[in-house]
């Protein structure tokens, strides 16, 4: 995956992940790299599941929504420590 591609489906994912989980949101760049971050996650995550949505961009940006929005919610418990 190019580099322009993997930074859209980073913010793609990432932003989905702010507007579902609510709250105030961390901005653009952090939403960026979450979503990138999720995508690693997302994709270890669903290899060890033994599952995979389907290849091309919407695949990657569904696995790399569903790990953002487990990285947002650990981030946010973090916080609250």
């Known amino acids: 995956m190019g580099i322009l ?3 859209i489906v980073g913010l ?4 989905a992940a702010g507007k579902v989980m609510k709250g105030g949101g961390y901005g653009v760049l952090m939403d960026i790299i979450l979503g990138i ?3 690693v996650f997302g994709g270890w ?3 060890k599941l033994g599952i995979w949505p389907g290849g091309g ?3 990657s ?3 790399a929504f569903v790990g953002a929005v487990i990285l947002v ?3 946010r418990l973090i ?3």
């Open 5 to 7: 591609a993997l930074l």
């Open 12 to 15: 793609i994912a990432g932003w």
């Open 37 to 39: 971050l999720g995508g």
């Open 45 to 47: 995550l669903f290899e």
């Open 57 to 59: 961009l919407i695949g």
């Open 61 to 63: 940006i569904i696995v």
């Open 73 to 75: 919610g650990i981030t």
């Open 79 to 81: 916080k609250k420590v």
